[in-house]
Structures are given as structure tokens and as C-alpha cells.
């Protein structure tokens, strides 16, 4: 994964709360149908009235990086199939592009069209803050997805993943595991993404810090910079230089599959393994229970799905359905789920292909 795509943070985290209770909350108690399979977005729940039945149609702007990585892919197909759902919606994406400036322009270019809200997943936060803030305060809502724009004024509402929570979730799994074995001075290894992004730094000390709970802390650490070709080389590296591995937590399922590659290759088996973000493809291994993998954190792209529903209510003037105010929340973060294979079935619906 390239840099731009490996910053889809500068927050992070999973999803119980943002794949279920947070549509649900958009769309009243009845239970909406799975999303987050790249193909596939919540379905609504029965238009009977209330915030399902159909309201002013509102244009819809999307802006978001080029999907050269599952996460990213199944972003963009997430929104496009939620917004399909409401008649009173039309979806109004611009070309999806790594490049900054050419993110700045197609964003210009919804601004121009006048559009009712924009849905903004930037490649940069920092640096796309001020066309946000342009659309702001021409009066056109922007509902920020994942990656924060610094100045508050800049967004309407940010709903994304929590970085910090995805590392205690999985501190908090291989802390416990261990200890529950009885093991002594773990060797528990840590594969980053890119270690310089605050995302990564947000993950690791909440991984850290959990893991801290139980005595333990990481023995090593390296980054494998979000790609599978890293993944695999760094998981060798790692491999040759302990002997002996109780534990080893990789932030990025995408990156994961170099990692598992090079576990089989090396023919590894003495430890167990947490994934991150919650791919289709390591919810199979955690199913399949052959492997090393045996729970991954999530950080889910049915955000995007959510941030339609965001975008759509906040456009009508409506609020969310199941809370007491009037208005949509200005901050929702998501959180992050642990799935084994106790309860992958219950996730796979929502997970994307790396």
C-alpha cells in the first residue's frame, strides 16, 4: 500500500459500535442487514417512517483516495451501495486520486456544483483542511471521514476508527492468553505499519500500555510500511532473529498476507498471531483455525456506509433517531471489535478483500 493510503488513519480502530449500533441509531431499532463486504453496504431498514422514509433529495458529494488497497476499495464501494439504497440521494463522486492537488480540484469542482453535503475521506488531512474549510463556509456540510481535518471548523461531523483502542484490543488478547498460560517473559513481537504516521504511534501505545496491564511488554518491533511485500520481508527478518516467539501482533491485515506467507514459509508454528483491521481474508484463517492467525482488531470500512447516512441526515436537517438531540453528533468514533473464531461468523459479512 502506498503512503497516502497507509494515512487512512491519523485516527483508526473496528467497528461493533460503527457497523451496527451507529446504522442503527441512523436508521431507528430495526436490525439493518450486514455491510462492509466491498460489493455489499447496510441495507435500510423498511421505509416505513422516520429517518428511512424518503425526504428532500439532497446531492451527495464523495471525494476519496484511489483504491490501490482493499481498505480503500471497499470505502469507496461501501458509499456508492449505501447511497444506492435512498431514492432521495444522488451520489455525486468525483475521480478517487492519490494526488493531493488532484484531490483539491475534484473537491473544488463539488463545491462549484453546489452540492447539499460532502463526504470526504482526504488523502491528507493537514493538507486538504482548507478546501474543507471553503466548503464549510459556502454552507455545504462535510462529513469527514477517517482521516481528521485539523481545524473543527473545517467539518460539520468526523466519524471514523480509533488507532489507540485497536492496539489495547489486541494488547488486551495476547496479554491475557499469555497469562492465562502461565507464560513468563513472553517474546511478543510487534509488526507495524509506517512507524512515522501518528496512526501507527497511536496503535502502538495502545497496545503498550494494555499490555503493560498484564506485566508484559513488546521484546521488538519494526514497521512493514503497509504492503504485502514488506509484510513478508520483515516477518522473516523478525523470524531469524528470535528463535523462540509467544505472540506477534501485525497492525494491517492487507500487509498480513506477506506475513503469513513468510510464517509458512519459514514453517513456523510456536506462536499465535492477531491481524488488524478485519480483512474477509484473515477472518478465513481465524474460521479455518489451521494457521497462526487466530484474531485480527478491527478498523472497518463500513464507516463510509455510515458516513452516507451521516451525510444524507445532516443535508434534511434530521438528527439520529435513538438519541435525544436534534442534530447529528459532531465527533463519532468507532469501536474496535476483537473477532476469533467464536464469533468470526457473526463479522465476515463485514469484512473486505484484501
Known amino acids: ?17 460503527g457497523a451496527g449500533a451507529l446504522v442503527t441509531a441512523c436508521t431507528g431499532n430495526e436490525v439493518a442487514a450486514p455491510a462492509g463486504a466491498p460489493s455489499t453496504a447496510p441495507a435500510p431498514a423498511a421505509a416505513t417512517g422516520g429517518n428511512e422514509a424518503p425526504g428532500d433529495k439532497v446531492v451527495i458529494g464523495f471525494s476519496a483516495p484511489a483504491a490501490d488497497h482493499g481498505w480503500i476499495a471497499a470505502i469507496a464501494k461501501n458509499a456508492e451501495a449505501t447511497a444506492k439504497q435512498y431514492a432521495d440521494i444522488e451520489f455525486k ?3 478517487p486520486t492519490n494526488d493531493i492537488n488532484a484531490q483539491i480540484s475534484a473537491v473544488e469542482s463539488l463545491i462549484a456544483a453546489k452540492v447539499a453535503a460532502l463526504v470526504i475521506l482526504p488523502n491528507d488531512g493537514q493538507q486538504l483542511n ?4 471553503q466548503a464549510s463556509d459556502a454552507g455545504i456540510p462535510v462529513i469527514n471521514l477517517d482521516r481528521v481535518f ?15 483502542g485497536m492496539g489495547v484490543a489486541a494488547g488486551h ?65 523478525l523470524m531469524q532473529a528470535h528463535k523462540k516467539i ?19 514459509e519459514a514453517g513456523r ?16 484463517d481465524i474460521k479455518e483455525g489451521t494457521g497462526v492467525l487466530e484474531a485480527t482488531v478491527t478498523y472497518s470500512p463500513t464507516m463510509a456506509s455510515s458516513a452516507i447516512k451521516l451525510a444524507r441526515l445532516v443535508a434534511q436537517g434530521k438528527g439520529m433517531s435513538d438519541l435525544v438531540e436534534n442534530q447529528v453528533p459532531q465527533s463519532i468514533t468507532l469501536a474496535s471489535e476483537t473477532i476469533t473464531k467464536e464469533n468470526v461468523d457473526a463479522y465476515l459479512p463485514l469484512g473486505f478483500e484484501s
Open 269 to 284: 508454528s510456536e506462536f499465535f498471531m492477531v491481524g488488524g483491521a478485519g480483512s474477509a481474508n484473515a477472518m478465513r
Open 246 to 264: 509467544d505472540a506477534i501482533w501485525n497492525h494491517d491485515d492487507d500487509q498480513g498476507i506477506g506475513v503469513l506467507a513468510a510464517i509458512k
Open 93 to 95: 463522486p468525483v475521480e
Open 150 to 164: 485539523p481545524d473543527k471548523l473545517s467539518y460539520r461531523t468526523w466519524i471514523g476508527g480509533d488507532n489507540y
Open 173 to 237: 488478547y495476547i496479554g491475557k492468553k499469555l497469562k492465562d498460560k502461565g507464560v513468563a517473559n513472553p517474546v511478543i513481537l510487534e509488526i507495524q505499519g509506517i512507524a512515522t504516521l501518528p496512526l501507527t504511534q497511536d496503535r502502538s501505545k495502545g497496545f503498550e500500555d494494555a499490555l503493560k496491564t498484564y506485566g508484559f511488554a513488546v521484546t521488538a518491533k519494526q514497521d512493514a510500511q503497509f504492503t504485502v511485500e514488506s509484510g513478508t520481508k520483515v516477518a522473516a527478518n
Open 1 to 17: 500500500m502506498t503512503e497516502n493510503v497507509a494515512r487512512r488513519g491519523f485516527l483508526l480502530g473496528g467497528a461493533v459500535i
Open 130 to 133: 482548507q478546501i474543507a474549510r
